[in-house]
Protein backbone atom coordinates (compact mmCIF):
# COMPACT_ATOMS: atom_id res chain seq x y z
CA UNK A 1 0.00 0.00 0.00
CA UNK A 2 2.83 2.66 0.98
CA UNK A 3 4.28 1.65 -2.86
CA UNK A 4 0.83 3.31 -4.60
CA UNK A 5 0.87 6.22 -2.02
CA UNK A 6 4.55 6.64 -3.00
CA UNK A 7 4.30 5.97 -6.96
CA UNK A 8 0.83 8.10 -7.12
CA UNK A 9 2.36 10.90 -4.92
CA UNK A 10 5.64 10.63 -7.72
CA UNK A 11 3.52 10.82 -10.41
CA UNK A 12 1.61 13.62 -8.98
CA UNK A 13 4.56 15.70 -8.54
CA UNK A 14 6.34 14.67 -11.87
CA UNK A 15 2.55 15.92 -13.54
CA UNK A 16 2.40 19.20 -11.65
CA UNK A 17 6.63 20.25 -12.49
CA UNK A 18 5.65 19.03 -15.85
CA UNK A 19 2.53 21.50 -16.56
CA UNK A 20 4.35 24.48 -14.84
CA UNK A 21 7.00 23.55 -17.71
CA UNK A 22 4.78 23.42 -20.52
CA UNK A 23 3.92 26.72 -20.26
CA UNK A 24 6.70 28.48 -21.48
CA UNK A 25 7.24 32.11 -21.01
CA UNK A 26 7.33 33.89 -24.37
CA UNK A 27 10.32 36.75 -25.09
CA UNK A 28 10.81 38.64 -27.99
CA UNK A 29 12.62 41.65 -29.21
CA UNK A 30 11.50 44.25 -31.01
CA UNK A 31 13.51 46.49 -33.53
CA UNK A 32 16.74 47.79 -32.67
CA UNK A 33 15.40 51.72 -32.50
CA UNK A 34 12.94 51.15 -29.62
CA UNK A 35 15.21 49.32 -27.36
CA UNK A 36 13.16 46.51 -25.68
CA UNK A 37 11.86 43.28 -24.67
CA UNK A 38 8.17 41.99 -25.20
CA UNK A 39 7.88 39.55 -22.74
CA UNK A 40 3.96 36.76 -22.44
CA UNK A 41 3.34 33.91 -20.25
CA UNK A 42 0.23 32.17 -18.58
CA UNK A 43 1.09 32.59 -14.88
CA UNK A 44 -0.08 29.60 -13.13
CA UNK A 45 1.25 29.93 -9.67
CA UNK A 46 -0.32 31.83 -6.97
CA UNK A 47 2.92 33.55 -6.32
CA UNK A 48 4.94 34.25 -9.21
CA UNK A 49 7.13 37.16 -9.53
CA UNK A 50 9.47 39.21 -12.45
CA UNK A 51 12.43 40.88 -11.84
CA UNK A 52 15.09 42.12 -14.01
CA UNK A 53 18.25 43.00 -12.38
CA UNK A 54 21.95 44.10 -13.58
CA UNK A 55 24.66 41.84 -12.76
CA UNK A 56 25.41 43.18 -9.42
CA UNK A 57 22.24 41.73 -8.60
CA UNK A 58 20.59 45.47 -8.66
CA UNK A 59 17.01 45.06 -9.19
CA UNK A 60 15.79 47.61 -11.65
CA UNK A 61 12.14 46.56 -11.90
CA UNK A 62 10.20 44.06 -10.01
CA UNK A 63 6.37 43.03 -10.44
CA UNK A 64 4.24 40.39 -8.28
CA UNK A 65 1.92 38.80 -10.83
CA UNK A 66 -1.63 37.16 -9.77
CA UNK A 67 -2.38 33.43 -10.95
CA UNK A 68 -4.79 32.77 -13.18
CA UNK A 69 -3.89 35.94 -15.92
CA UNK A 70 -1.95 35.88 -18.79
CA UNK A 71 0.94 38.27 -17.72
CA UNK A 72 2.39 40.67 -21.43
CA UNK A 73 4.82 43.47 -20.76
CA UNK A 74 6.91 45.22 -22.93
CA UNK A 75 10.26 46.33 -21.34
CA UNK A 76 11.41 49.80 -22.95
CA UNK A 77 15.23 49.77 -22.18
CA UNK A 78 16.30 52.97 -23.55
CA UNK A 79 17.42 54.05 -20.45
CA UNK A 80 19.59 51.15 -19.24
CA UNK A 81 23.36 51.74 -19.66
CA UNK A 82 25.43 48.72 -22.22
CA UNK A 83 25.92 45.62 -19.82
CA UNK A 84 24.45 42.26 -19.45
CA UNK A 85 21.15 41.71 -17.15
CA UNK A 86 19.14 39.59 -16.09
CA UNK A 87 15.28 38.64 -16.34
CA UNK A 88 14.19 36.38 -13.95
CA UNK A 89 10.95 34.39 -13.55
CA UNK A 90 10.00 32.93 -10.20
CA UNK A 91 7.51 30.55 -8.52
CA UNK A 92 7.06 28.23 -6.24
CA UNK A 93 7.91 25.22 -8.45
CA UNK A 94 10.51 26.65 -11.00
CA UNK A 95 12.55 30.02 -11.82
CA UNK A 96 13.45 30.62 -15.57
CA UNK A 97 16.25 32.87 -16.51
CA UNK A 98 16.77 35.02 -19.52
CA UNK A 99 20.56 36.85 -19.52
CA UNK A 100 20.28 39.77 -22.25
CA UNK A 101 23.29 41.78 -23.10
CA UNK A 102 22.25 45.46 -24.48
CA UNK A 103 25.15 47.00 -26.80
CA UNK A 104 24.63 50.55 -28.39
CA UNK A 105 20.79 50.18 -29.50
CA UNK A 106 21.40 46.55 -29.99
CA UNK A 107 19.99 43.50 -27.28
CA UNK A 108 20.64 40.11 -26.78
CA UNK A 109 19.73 37.18 -25.73
CA UNK A 110 22.62 35.22 -24.27
CA UNK A 111 21.76 32.59 -22.48
CA UNK A 112 18.07 30.88 -21.04
CA UNK A 113 17.96 28.48 -18.08
CA UNK A 114 15.31 27.00 -15.78
CA UNK A 115 15.65 25.74 -12.70
CA UNK A 116 13.28 23.37 -10.94
CA UNK A 117 13.07 24.04 -7.34
CA UNK A 118 12.52 21.42 -4.63
CA UNK A 119 8.90 21.10 -2.73
CA UNK A 120 9.03 21.30 0.88
CA UNK A 121 5.58 20.23 2.51
CA UNK A 122 5.18 20.18 6.17
CA UNK A 123 3.02 17.68 8.28
CA UNK A 124 2.90 17.86 11.84
CA UNK A 125 6.71 17.39 13.04
CA UNK A 126 7.56 15.84 9.59
CA UNK A 127 9.19 18.04 6.77
CA UNK A 128 8.56 16.03 2.94
CA UNK A 129 11.13 17.00 -0.03
CA UNK A 130 10.48 16.07 -3.28
CA UNK A 131 13.11 17.39 -5.60
CA UNK A 132 13.00 16.49 -9.86
CA UNK A 133 16.52 16.15 -10.75
CA UNK A 134 16.43 15.81 -14.49
CA UNK A 135 20.02 16.20 -14.92
CA UNK A 136 20.88 13.78 -12.33
CA UNK A 137 23.85 16.25 -10.21
CA UNK A 138 25.24 16.06 -7.21
CA UNK A 139 22.70 17.09 -4.53
CA UNK A 140 23.80 18.20 -1.69
CA UNK A 141 21.41 18.07 1.55
CA UNK A 142 22.12 19.46 5.13
CA UNK A 143 19.99 20.17 8.59
CA UNK A 144 21.08 22.87 10.47
CA UNK A 145 20.38 23.95 14.23
CA UNK A 146 19.93 27.63 14.93
CA UNK A 147 23.80 27.68 15.68
CA UNK A 148 24.90 26.98 12.44
CA UNK A 149 26.08 23.13 13.60
CA UNK A 150 24.97 20.24 11.41
CA UNK A 151 22.88 17.58 12.31
CA UNK A 152 22.49 15.38 9.42
CA UNK A 153 24.20 15.72 5.84
CA UNK A 154 23.59 13.68 2.71
CA UNK A 155 25.25 13.74 -0.92
CA UNK A 156 22.69 12.58 -3.65
CA UNK A 157 24.08 11.57 -7.27
CA UNK A 158 22.77 10.09 -10.19
CA UNK A 159 19.10 10.35 -9.38
CA UNK A 160 16.38 11.66 -11.07
CA UNK A 161 14.00 12.36 -8.52
CA UNK A 162 14.87 12.83 -4.74
CA UNK A 163 12.88 12.26 -2.09
CA UNK A 164 13.46 12.84 1.99
CA UNK A 165 11.25 12.62 5.39
CA UNK A 166 12.69 14.70 8.07
CA UNK A 167 11.30 13.79 11.48
CA UNK A 168 11.56 16.31 13.85
CA UNK A 169 9.50 14.51 16.75
CA UNK A 170 12.65 13.79 18.86
CA UNK A 171 13.98 16.96 17.95
CA UNK A 172 15.38 19.38 20.51
CA UNK A 173 13.54 22.80 20.43
CA UNK A 174 15.52 25.12 18.15
CA UNK A 175 15.19 26.70 14.92
CA UNK A 176 16.87 24.52 11.79
CA UNK A 177 17.26 24.76 8.51
CA UNK A 178 17.19 22.43 5.57
CA UNK A 179 19.66 23.13 2.85
CA UNK A 180 19.24 21.75 -0.24
CA UNK A 181 22.32 22.49 -2.95
CA UNK A 182 22.00 21.62 -6.25
CA UNK A 183 24.03 22.85 -10.14
CA UNK A 184 22.10 25.92 -10.37
CA UNK A 185 21.48 27.56 -6.53
CA UNK A 186 20.51 26.40 -2.91
CA UNK A 187 17.67 26.51 -1.73
CA UNK A 188 16.64 26.29 2.22
CA UNK A 189 13.42 25.79 4.65
CA UNK A 190 13.27 26.61 7.87
CA UNK A 191 12.07 24.69 10.70
CA UNK A 192 10.95 25.76 14.22
CA UNK A 193 10.50 22.73 16.64
CA UNK A 194 8.85 24.40 19.79
Known amino acids: MKKVVRSIAVVALMFSVATGLAKEPKLSLT ?5 SLNFEMDITSEK ?3 RISDMNA ?13 YSKRFNLNSLPAGTYVLKIEDSLQETVFAFAIKDSEIIITEKKENVKPVFRRKEKKV ?6 LEKAVVKIKVLDSEGRIVFQE ?7 IEKVFNFED ?7 IMVQN ?11 K
Open 58 to 70: VTIYKEEVAAGNT
Open 171 to 177: AYKDNYT
Open 155 to 161: TISDAML
Open 31 to 35: PNVEK
Open 48 to 50: TFV
Open 128 to 133: FLNLLN
Open 183 to 193: LNDTYSKDVIV
